[in-house]
């Protein structure tokens, strides 16, 4: 059973919006203050890089980028969405010099936004775009089989494929550098039990509940991702942990420097992004996903818990948006409005009552 604010039995953060709802993971000391932060505080600890220390470490790999890239038409990949992370690094590339091969990953479901966006990147930064498109056909119908599962991760599919795609792109141009927009201070926050980003747990639930075979869906096999893991022919670099990173600041950069628009949420570039944020995750799942991203934000000290809370007080899906995203991706789901909705009243069901053995 989900908590809900009510409930007697309802905490919330002391200095964060995490809370017990739909998160059966979280935890609280004596001062009230959840699990999230402290690992919050390792994360940052490990991986992210201040001062002038941090600024060493990116001005090294900017020089082996270029230093590997001699005699290559590109120094490194960037998988691009049009999202702020991306966009942000595609003008870091520019003003470093960098020659990159921007990579799009098509998956059916862009907005126009979006692809504006993304135009802007590549023409400003006089950057090449190369589009993996995906199958629709066998996209929508691993898409219908999470549907169809009733587990959580549906974006698990898209993640998943970008990767994948990535490495294989790195493989065909022979580019040995990525440069990677994930990082601590703006998305390191996520309950586990909100995601599953496993390939062994896509494949049974699509071997369970697909039909149409998997011939161009790019995910590799756990022995090939072991083979990848070993020989390392390429490597990822998450130069955003390196830098300061203040997402205010850097959307008035991008805003102005590369005609960037905003979204309104974290990763809306996608229509079923936003549909599955917006809608399905607080309608089926009580998930309000805001609460993981305005919380990691006061982690790092670029939000402050007052200002997260008021932004939570703000309905969670774009009225102006939401009837005609509700028609768009029910048609184009093949969904009639009352199988979908027998799909939000159905239960949801755990990721492990998948094979979830290592991908």
């Given at each position: ?6 409930d ?36 940052e ?31 490194c990949?960037?998988?691009v ?25 098509d ?16 023409e ?48 065909e ?58 020989t ?63 919380s ?16 939570l ?40 009552n ?6």
């Amino acid at each position: 059973m989900v908590l809900s604010k009510e409930d007697p039995n309802y905490r919330q953060c002391s200095i964060s919006v995490m809370d017990n709802i739909a998160d059966p993971d979280i935890t609280f000391d004596e001062k009230g203050i959840c699990n999230y932060y402290y690992e919050y505080l390792e994360a940052e600890k490990k991986y992210v890089l201040k001062g002038e220390e941090g600024q060493k470490k990116y001005e090294q790999i900017i020089t082996q980028l270029k230093a590997d890239g001699k005699g290559k038409k590109y120094d490194c990949i960037l998988g691009v969405s049009g999202g702020v992370d991306s966009t942000y690094l595609a003008y870091l590339a520019k003003e470093a010099g960098l020659r990159v091969l921007c990579v799009h990953f098509d998956n059916g479901w862009n907005s126009e936004l979006a692809v504006k966006n993304i135009q802007n990147i590549v023409e400003k930064c006089g950057f090449d775009l190369y589009t993996y498109v995906i199958d629709w056909e066998e996209f929508k119908d691993i898409q219908l089989a999470y549907f169809k599962a009733n587990v959580i991760d549906i974006e698990a599919i898209t993640d998943i494929a970008i990767f994948s795609a990535l490495d294989i792109i790195c493989k065909e141009q022979k580019v040995k550098h990525i440069i990677d927009g994930r990082n601590v201070v703006t998305e390191v926050t996520l309950p586990q039990a909100w995601i599953c980003k496993n390939t062994s747990n896509l494949r049974d639930i699509h071997h369970k509940h697909g039909s149409v075979p998997l011939k161009s869906y790019p995910i590799m096999s756990p022995i090939r991702r072991r083979i990848v893991a070993r020989t390392k022919p390429f490597q990822s670099w998450p130069l955003l942990n390196y830098i300061e990173y203040q997402k205010d600041q850097v959307k008035k950069i991008i805003s102005a420097e590369l005609g960037w628009r905003d979204y309104g949420g974290k990763h809306y570039e996608s229509v079923f992004t936003r549909f599955y944020q917006g809608y399905i995750l607080p309608t089926k799942f009580k998930v309000d996903k805001r609460k993981a991203h305005l919380s990691n934000l006061i982690f790092s000290g670029q939000l402050t818990k007052e200002q997260a809370m008021k932004e939570l007080e703000e309905p969670i899906y774009p009225s102006h948006l939401f009837q005609g995203d509700l028609d768009f991706v029910c048609k184009k789901l093949g969904y009639s409005k009352e199988e979908f909705q027998t799909y939000l009243d159905t239960p949801a069901v755990p990721h492990d009552n998948y094979n979830l053995s290592i991908s």
